[in-house]
């Protein structure tokens, strides 16, 4: 400390008061800026995960080797952090530093809601998030992912199924689709409850072709149906961030939709038994 | 049709549209408590500003009006105190904290006029503790999650009250009080120094704080402008 200060320490009556708030807001300052480098490093290895995620071509069934490869220090790195977060976010702190976090967390969902849809073709439920969570941090007590985080997440996912389908469409000339029948009935009695809703549902949205898989569009119009149903009234901040978000979702599944309709439109110019997939030239086309 | 069709269970967005709708229940019951309180600062600062227009022979029947209104915000202060307790502190916070700093402002002036003790001797400072038991809430909790004073809704009370006291200082000389002003004059800079010694980040507090040494000026120059015209009583001269 400077001699100055020294001076006035000794005169003022309130400096053992002022002393004691100053290693208590120390603590503060410093618990604060753990929390805001653990949410940029699980940001930053979010981001990294995804991107390997864009270079996987299948969906419905585990992700292939390359991607667990080199994913597989991301995660790691994610469990450390959230590790850390823990320790600092419980308690009466456990809300306290949630604008810090945030952005970390809803990065996160992206990643595992991103691997978690190639995986299974299904949207992972806030509950296996939460799960998900405590287990990466080996926490006992779980830190909080608050419903609004989890959906701004699902909000960012909607770009990388954009991403992935339009990538897709420009490499392989066909949008990506489920695993028909030997696959998906299975996973429908796993992830979802009653499996004669498979058959409702073909009578009704079906005539002509029966077991249809469904396609990355088909869900992604569910998604946004479901998320645009959603009433964010009663949260302002929550509201304004969805408003915002709502948008950009909204051009994403538009941009899948146009997609489509070029392959589609442009398919039938060609000649019969031309199939779009052996062709080189549709790259350009529909490249993004 | 295609909504039941498999990607998304619509339990999931159900269970959360529950979750956030319970949030915006709970957000409004606290907000009409915090109503309460607002308006109830709103009624004890009424009061107090007669300070600013009232000799200190005349302040008491000012103080113990401001004693009913203190009242008042302790009782509301306690409402809040009770159904936030329930909550996840920091979760709603942000909805009151505005609102108890006020309070906090409010009992710290009235108090420093004298208000809480039967002498009404002026110059004293609640410490955050004094404060707590007067507004019978906890102080600065770490071990439990409950409602309770922080030490930056403190010390942005804190802040008010230096700028209220330099307003005062003026106002002391307009009624020929000529000894009030160096009272406030040591007061102030004794806060100021204490808030030196915080490292304070770029928030709120922090550019609120650094406008201190403007009002501890302003402090300053009043008691400059005595002393130059001989007024400063000499008992109590400055050392």
């Known amino acids: 400390m400077a001699d100055p200060k020294a001076e006035q320490v000794s005169l003022s009556p309130f400096m053992a008061m002022f002393e004691d708030f100053r290693s208590n807001l120390d603590e503060h300052h410093d618990r604060r800026e753990r929390v805001i480098k653990s949410s ?76 978690h849809y190639l995986e299974t ?47 897709s469409m420009a490499t392989n000339g066909k949008i990506p689709t489920g695993k028909a029948k030997p696959r998906k009935p299975k996973e429908d009695i796993t992830e979802e409850q009653p499996e004669d809703r498979m058959d409702i549902d073909n009578e009704v949205s079906l005539s002509s072709e029966s077991q249809k898989p469904r396609n990355v569009l088909d869900d992604l119009r569910e998604l946004r149906l479901a998320l645009e149903m959603f009433n964010t009234q009663g949260d302002p901040k929550f509201g304004s961030d969805v408003e915002k978000k709502m948008g950009v979702m909204r051009e994403c599944v538009d941009k899948v939709e146009k997609a ?23 790259r350009a086309e529909v490249s993004y | 049709m295609s909504a039941q069709s498999g990607m998304v269970d619509p339990a999931i967005f159900q269970d959360l549209q ?15 408590l915090v109503q309460t309180l607002e308006k109830h600062n709103r009624q004890i600062s009424f009061v107090l500003s ?17 004693e009913s209104s203190a009242e008042q915000i302790v009782e509301s202060i306690g409402k809040l105190s009770q159904s936030a307790s329930k909550l996840p502190y920091y979760k709603f916070n942000s909805l009151w904290s505005r609102q108890v700093q006020d309070a906090a402002f409010n009992l710290l002036f009235w108090a420093w006029l004298g208000g809480d003790q039967d002498g009404h001797i002026q110059g004293r400072l609640l410490t ?44 002391s000389v307009t ?21 030196q010694i915080l490292n304070l980040k770029n928030d709120s507090l922090r550019r609120r704080s650094d406008g201190l040494k403007y009002r501890v000026k302003d402090v300053e120059d009043v008691v400059y402008d005595l002393s130059l015209r001989n007024l400063i009583p000499k008992k109590s001269e400055e050392k």
């Not at chain 1, 992912?145 to 389908?165: C, N």
């Not at chain 1, 398919?267 to 997939?277: A, L, V």
């Not at chain 2, 007669?50 to 113990?64: F, G």
């Open chain 2, 175 to 195: 009624m020929e009080d000529y000894e009030r002003p160096l009272l406030i004059n040591r007061f102030v800079k004794d806060l100021l120094a204490g808030f």
């Open chain 1, 121 to 167: 073709q299904t949207l992972i439920t806030y509950e296996e998030a939460t799960a998900r969570i405590l287990k990466m941090g080996e926490l006992s007590a779980p830190i909080h992912l608050s419903p609004q985080d989890y959906v701004l997440g699902i909000f960012d996912m909607i770009g990388e199924l954009m991403r992935f389908s339009i990538t």
């Open chain 1, 40 to 115: 940029r490093d699980i940001t930053a290895s979010s981001k990294k995960i995804i991107f390997t995620l864009q270079r996987v071509r299948v969906l419905g069934c585990p992700v292939p080797q390359f991607a667990v490869k080199s994913n597989a220090q991301y995660w790691e790195t994610i469990g450390k952090h959230i590790k850390g977060l823990g320790a600092d976010l419980h308690g009466v702190n456990a809300y306290r530093y949630e604008r810090q976090v945030t952005g970390g967390l809803q990065e996160f969902i992206e990643a595992l809601s991103f691997q």
């Open chain 2, 18 to 32: 529950t979750r956030v709708d319970e949030d915006a229940a709970v957000r409004d019951e606290l907000k009409d």
């Open chain 2, 50 to 66: 007669r300070a600013h227009s009232t000799p200190v022979s005349k302040l008491s029947a000012v103080l113990e009006e401001a």
């Open chain 2, 128 to 171: 955050i503790e004094e404060l707590g038991i007067v507004l019978k809430i906890p102080v600065n909790l770490k071990d439990r999650d409950e409602f309770h004073l922080t030490i930056e809704e403190y010390l942005q009370a804190l802040i008010s009250l230096v700028e209220e006291l330099a307003r005062l200082a003026r106002n």
């Open chain 1, 260 to 282: 489509l309709y070029s392959l589609v439109v442009r398919g039938k110019e060609r000649p019969k038994g031309w199939m779009p997939e052996v062709q080189a030239e549709r």
